[in-house]
Structures are given as structure tokens and as C-alpha cells.
Nanobody
Framework: QVQLVESGGGLVQAGGSLRVSCAASGRTFSNYAMGWFRQAPGKEREFVAAISWNGGRLYYADSVKGRFTISRDNAKNTVYMQMNSLKPEDTAVYYC?????????????????????WGQGTQVTVSS
């Protein structure tokens, strides 16, 4: 079992920045690929970003490329996502997810069904 706890969400004006974090516990964090997804009211959950076990491969949705940066610190069992130039359409609950794999170069990273563990989410609200 892996427990994931997100933090860092909040209210920010358009053009501003936030960093969300996801702290993991329960298993060897470095064995896990990590992903961020989001879900806005009335919409389906969508992929945002993912990172392989050692940070060697990064994956981004087109809608956030150049604005969001995913990173991880395996010594701290934490994955981060720095979000810059935020837009009102970025408003959503952001969830982190984990998958026990060291496989890289896989389109599965984009698929929510690939991940085995999920956090409870953190709300990000961007005002216009």
C-alpha cells in the first residue's frame, strides 16, 4: 500500500503561480512512477503530468507544456508540480497518483487506469 497526500493548492489570480506537492508513504518511493491528474466540475478527470521513477522521463499534457514542471525528490518521498502562468481553465481538483514501475517510454503514463494509488486531491482555483 502507498498513501499519497497532496498539499499546496489554493486560490491564485490568473498569471500567478502555485506549487503542489504529493507526499508518499508506505513503500519504496523510488520504485514508483508518479502522475498528476485534475478534474474540474462537470468534467472528466484529465492527465496533467507524470514523471518516471528516477525523473529521467517527463510527460506533459499539451495544455500545460511550458507552464507546469513536474519534479521529484526521492529522498523526501515527494513529487512536486510547479504551476506558472496559471489560467482560469486550470481550476480543478488536482490528484497525484502512483504506479509501481521502473518502466519508461510508455504511453501508459497518460492513462489514469495505469496508476494503482491515488491521493485525496487538492483544490486549485484560478481567478480571472
Amino acid at each position: 500500500q502507498v498513501q499519497l497526500v497532496e498539499s499546496g493548492g489554493g486560490l491564485v489570480q490568473a498569471g500567478g503561480s502555485l506549487r503542489v506537492s504529493c507526499a508518499a508513504s508506505g513503500r519504496t518511493f523510488s520504485n514508483y512512477a508518479m502522475g498528476w491528474f485534475r478534474q474540474a466540475p462537470g468534467k472528466e478527470r484529465e492527465f496533467v503530468a507524470a514523471i518516471s521513477w528516477n525523473g529521467g522521463r517527463l510527460y506533459y499534457a499539451d495544455s500545460v507544456k511550458g507552464r507546469f514542471t513536474i519534479s521529484r525528490d526521492n529522498a523526501k518521498n515527494t513529487v512536486y508540480m510547479q504551476m506558472n502562468s496559471l489560467k482560469p481553465e486550470d481550476t480543478a481538483v488536482y490528484y497525484c497518483a502512483a504506479k509501481s514501475t521502473r518502466r519508461e517510454n510508455s504511453n501508459s503514463y497518460y492513462d489514469g487506469g495505469f496508476y494503482d494509488y491515488w491521493g485525496q486531491g487538492t483544490q486549485v482555483t484560478v481567478s480571472s
